[in-house]
C-alpha cells in the first residue's frame, strides 16, 4: 500500500516519512482516487488541484 501527502497529494512508496515533493511529514495511507499528471500545465484537474509538477496523485487523502 502507498502513501500520500496530505499538502500536494503526491503518492509515494510505503516507506516514505517524507514528502519528496514539499519537504513535509504530514504524510497518510488512506487516500482516494489516483491520479497521473503528464502536461500539468496544460491539465484542467492539476490546475484545480493546483499541482505543477508531472506525477502520480491521489485525488482526496483523509
Known sequence: MSKACRVCHLIMEKTASICPSCKTQDISSEFIGEIFI????????????????????ALRVR
Do not use: F, T
Not at 503528464?38 to 484545480?48: G, M
Open 38 to 57: 503528464l502536461k500539468p500545465e496544460e491539465s484542467d484537474v492539476a490546475k484545480r488541484m493546483k499541482i505543477d509538477k508531472k506525477g502520480h496523485y
